[in-house]
Antibody, heavy 116, light 111 residues
Framework: EAQLVESGGGLVQPGGSLRISCAASGFSFSHESMSWVRQTPGKGLEWVAN????????NYVDSVKGRFTISRDNAKNSLYLQMNSLRAEDTAVYYCSKEAYHFDYWGHGTLVTVSS | DIVMIQSPDSLAVSLGERATINCKAS????????????LAWYQQKPGQPPKVLIYWASTRESGVPDRFSGSGSGTDFTLTISSLQAEDVAVYYC????????FGQGTKVEI
């Protein structure tokens, strides 16, 4: 069965940077599109970014364009999200998710807190 | 972006009774090419990630009990729990994947 384990979350100051990671196992990672989805108490669930199987296509929600970069290393079965110029409103639990049009597998998430 | 609005925000249902959650999209999520509705339903329990229940509006995910069913087309969709069990207490979300993926605000189901 597919497993996704996020890591790298933490406390960061406004304007700072953070990279979160997702380790995948139990499926053929290099053949699957992957997404980051975040959740806040106020805004609920929000899709953030996705990438296709070989990483050649990347898409972002408007609010993170130019600040966040999604990437993947298929040799390491890993997905990443580089987050720059972080804002208080980026505070959320970030989930890594496998895409099959819908999101069919989710990790347990990593908490990113942006605060001074 | 397609806006998804769920109703109600919360509902209390007795054990064994039916629970019905509605989801309305700001524009159609029905593909004219493949006749599929790009709509999924998720269940989220406290401290856990969302879990997919239904996709393509009415296809039940493997392992999901058959008391969960999805219906609707175009812009109006419904998730029905035919006989509520204690383990069904959760927040339920609809999500469209026709355009930029967006979620409804969630519906909390309590006993």
């Amino acid at each position: 069965e597919a497993q996704l384990v996020e890591s790298g979350g933490g406390l960061v100051q406004p304007g700072g940077s953070l990279r979160i990671s997702c380790a995948a196992s139990g499926f053929s990672f290099s053949h699957e599109s992957m997404s980051w989805v975040r959740q806040t108490p106020g805004k609920g669930l929000e899709w953030v970014a996705n990438t296709n199987a070989d990483g050649s296509e990347k898409n972002y929600v408007d609010s993170v364009k130019g600040r966040f970069t999604i990437s993947r290393d298929n040799a390491k079965n890993s997905l990443y999200l580089q987050m720059n110029s972080l804002r208080a409103e980026d505070t959320a639990v970030y989930y890594c998710s496998k895409e099959a049009y819908h999101f069919d597998y989710w990790g347990h998430g990593t908490l990113v807190t942006v605060s001074s | 972006d397609i806006v998804m609005i769920q109703s109600p925000d919360s509902l209390a249902v007795s054990l064994g009774e039916r629970a019905t959650i509605n989801c309305k999209a700001s524009q159609s999520v029905l593909s004219t090419s493949n006749k599929k509705n790009y709509l999924a339903w998720y269940q989220q329990k406290p401290g856990q990630p969302p879990k997919v229940l239904i996709y393509w509006a009415s296809t039940r995910e493997s392992g999901v009990p058959d008391r969960f069913s999805g219906s609707g087309s175009g812009t109006d969709f419904t998730l029905t729990i035919s006989s509520l069990q204690a383990e069904d207490v959760a927040v339920y979300y609809c999500q469209q994947y026709y355009g930029t993926k967006t979620f409804g605000q969630g519906t909390k189901v309590e006993i």
